[in-house]
C-alpha cells in the first residue's frame, strides 16, 4: 500500500510541474508579427493620402492599435483628420472617407467659403440652413441728402453652414430655434471680392430661395459703395483792419509841416506814416 501511495504522488507532482513547464515556455514565446502600414513622412490634417506617403513595416501582433491598416490600398485616397507624425502607424482613429468630412472641405477648384454675420432678421429667423439656396443683398446706409439703396449682389448662393453646422438633425427646422450668429457661403474668387467689399459698406441681408428656381429669373446688380461725403469747413470771419494811431508830437516841439499833397497821393494804398519830432517817416524811409 506505501508503495502504490508513493507512486500516485510522484505521478501527480510530474504532472503538476508538465503543466507549469508547459506554461512557462507558452508564455515566453512572442506572438506572430503582422504587417502595419505607417507613414512614410509627415501628413498633415485633411491632406489626402497618397501611395508616395506609405509605408509597410512588420510589428508584434500585441503592439499593434486593433484598427490599424495593414494594406495600402486600404488607406489610399482617404483624409487624415489630424496631423500624422513619420513612423505613425494609420488606424481608423487618424483616418476617415473623403466623403465623411464636412462639405466645405471639398469645395471645387476656384470656389471659395465666406463667412458673413448675420443676426434673426439677415438669416430669415433662422430658417436657413446648410444646403439651402439664398439671393444676397447689399443695403447701403444713408448719407447726408442721399438715401440708401438695395443691391441684389449675389443670386443662387449655397449654404455650406450656419454658425459651424454643416447639416441640419430635422427635415424642416422649427422657426425660434438656435439663432447663429454667422452664415458659410459657397462663392467663386469674383464674388468673394464682392462680398468682402458689400460687407464692409453697407449691410447683408439674405433671402430665401425656392427650390428649382432659375438661375436668371432675376438679374445682379452692380454693387457702388457710397460716396462719402464730407460738408465744407466754414472758415472765421476776417478781424476787422485796426487803425494806427500816430504819436502825438512831443512838447516844445514845432508843428509838423502841412503834408505834401502829391505824397499823400503817393501814399494811398501805401505803408503808415510816422511822424517823429520834426520828420515824417513813411515806411522806414525818411521823406
Do not use: C
Not at 515556455?25 to 502595419?36: F, I, L, N, T, W
Not at 477648384?109 to 463667412?115: D, F
Not at 509838423?256 to 519830432?277: C, H, K, T
Request: proline letters at 11%.
Amino acid at each position: 500500500m506505501l508503495v502504490v501511495i508513493g507512486a500516485v504522488l510522484a505521478g501527480g507532482a510530474g504532472l503538476i510541474a508538465f503543466d507549469y513547464l508547459s506554461a512557462a515556455h507558452d508564455g515566453g514565446s512572442a506572438p506572430p508579427p503582422r504587417a502595419v502600414i505607417v507613414a512614410a513622412r509627415p501628413i498633415n490634417a485633411r491632406e489626402a493620402i497618397t501611395a508616395g506617403m506609405l509605408a509597410a513595416q512588420m510589428r508584434p501582433a500585441n503592439a499593434v492599435d486593433p484598427g490599424a491598416y495593414a494594406a495600402p490600398s486600404q488607406v489610399i485616397g482617404d483624409v487624415a483628420l489630424a496631423d500624422i507624425p513619420a513612423g505613425a502607424a494609420l488606424t481608423s482613429s487618424n483616418v476617415t472617407r473623403a466623403s465623411m468630412l464636412p462639405e466645405p472641405i471639398h469645395l471645387a477648384p476656384g470656389m471659395r467659403a465666406m463667412s458673413i454675420a448675420v443676426d434673426e432678421v439677415k438669416d430669415v429667423s433662422g430658417l436657413i440652413q446648410p444646403g439651402d439656396h439664398v439671393d444676397v443683398y447689399a443695403v447701403t446706409p444713408r448719407i447726408s441728402e442721399a438715401s440708401s439703396r438695395a443691391y441684389a449682389i449675389l443670386r443662387d448662393v449655397i449654404v455650406l453652414g450656419v454658425g459651424g453646422e454643416v447639416s441640419t438633425s430635422t427635415a424642416t427646422p422649427a422657426p425660434g430655434g438656435v439663432q447663429w450668429r454667422s452664415v458659410t457661403l459657397q462663392v467663386s474668387a469674383q464674388q468673394a471680392k464682392i462680398l468682402a467689399v458689400a460687407d464692409l459698406n453697407s449691410t447683408l441681408r439674405l433671402a430665401l430661395r425656392p427650390p428649382g428656381e432659375p438661375l436668371r429669373s432675376e438679374p445682379t446688380d452692380a454693387f457702388v459703395p457710397p460716396a462719402t461725403q464730407s460738408a465744407p469747413v466754414a472758415l472765421p470771419p476776417a478781424a476787422p483792419p485796426v487803425a494806427v494811431q500816430q504819436p502825438p508830437p512831443p512838447r516844445g516841439a514845432g508843428a509838423a509841416p502841412p503834408a505834401d499833397p502829391r505824397r499823400a497821393s503817393r501814399n494811398i494804398g501805401g505803408s503808415v506814416q510816422f511822424i517823429l519830432g520834426d520828420r515824417i517817416e513813411d515806411g522806414g524811409a525818411e521823406k
